[in-house]
């Protein structure tokens, strides 16, 4: 486990990259789903899965406070089920078939595994974060003697 290296973004996180992709697949296939599901059924997915990596990345800006992190984790995980509840019902209404279903559903299925990881093990990830200041803090506050 000593040869792991730690991620220093969200963006390093395997995580967020198999949501990233997910969300660009869902994407391309949303394109083939008919006009009239343009603002109910495609919109709902494509902003369900884009929700995923969006939460990851506001959990990473709150890991100074364990609970906060938990939270956008928790919301993160809660978005990937929303989309598997989209992906059945393009399943349910003949926009996808069962093995395209089963393919995003085991997608789904591992980034909630892996953010379930997360939560569990959150304190590894929270804390207070080393930071450099790279210049002279500013002042907000100035003072004049008139």
């Given at each position: 486990m000593s040869g792991l290296q730690h991620a220093q973004s969200f963006r390093d996180l395997i995580?967020?990259?198999?949501?990233?992709?997910l969300q660009q697949e869902i994407f391309k296939l949303t394109r083939s789903f008919p006009k009239d599901e343009t603002y109910s059924l495609?919109?709902?997915?494509?902003?369900s899965s884009r929700s995923i990596g969006a939460n990851l990345a506001e959990a990473w800006a709150k890991r100074r406070y364990e609970k906060h992190f938990i939270s956008k984790l928790t919301d993160s995980d809660?978005?990937?089920?929303?989309?598997?509840?989209?992906i059945e019902t393009a399943l349910d209404c003949e926009y996808i078939d069962q093995k395209t279903s089963a393919q995003l559903l085991e997608?789904?299925?591992?980034?909630?595994?892996?953010l379930?990881?997360?939560?569990?093990?959150?304190?590894?990830?929270?804390?207070?974060?080393?930071?450099?200041?790279?210049e002279e803090a500013p002042e907000y506050i100035v003072t004049t003697n008139n």
């Open positions: 995580v967020y990259k198999k949501s990233r992709q495609t919109d709902q997915i494509r902003r809660g978005e990937q089920m929303e989309t598997q509840h989209w997608k789904c299925l591992e980034i909630g595994r892996m379930g990881g997360m939560i569990e093990k959150a304190e590894l990830f929270c804390g207070d974060p080393s930071r450099t200041i790279r």
